[in-house]
């Protein structure tokens, strides 16, 4: 599986982005997709996660309310709304697959395939 994201950019405080994923590969929507994010001089960090059905989500406690995760299977995509942006939200982000391999949906052992990562900066 590949990834690609993007729709990053640069929003004033309070905005929103759309970021999405696209992904190549028939076992796609078969796995779990998750977004991580890295500001600069800190550690990658879980953002959210959605099962492959799409019917279950789970967020980070820095952003829950704020983003929503979704995917659409038949285009091989996810998605990331992010609303209500705040200037910490700032970093790279990256969205990830995998099969299953942990019970925590934050567990990088679950997310064996990465894309390069968009860039989202909040301005205050």
């Known amino acids: 599986v590949q990834l690609q994201a993007s729709g990053g950019g640069l929003v004033q405080s309070g905005g929103s982005l759309r970021l999405s994923c696209a992904a190549s590969?028939?076992?796609?929507?078969?796995?779990?997709l998750g977004w991580f994010r890295q500001a600069p001089g800190k550690e990658r960090e879980f953002v959210a996660r959605?099962?492959?059905?799409?019917?279950?989500?789970y967020y980070a406690d820095s952003v829950k309310g704020r983003f929503t995760i979704s995917r659409d299977n038949a285009k091989n995509t996810g998605y990331l709304q992010m609303n209500s942006l705040k200037p910490e939200d700032t970093a790279v982000y990256y969205c990830?697959?995998?099969?299953?391999?942990?019970?925590?949906?934050?567990?990088?052992?679950?997310?064996?395939?990465w894309g390069q990562g968009t860039q989202v900066t909040v301005s205050s």
């Open positions: 990830a697959t995998g099969p299953i391999r942990s019970g925590l949906a934050y567990d990088v052992r679950n997310y064996i395939y």
């Open positions: 590969g028939r076992t796609f929507s078969s796995f779990p």
């Open positions: 959605i099962n492959w059905t799409g019917g279950n989500t």
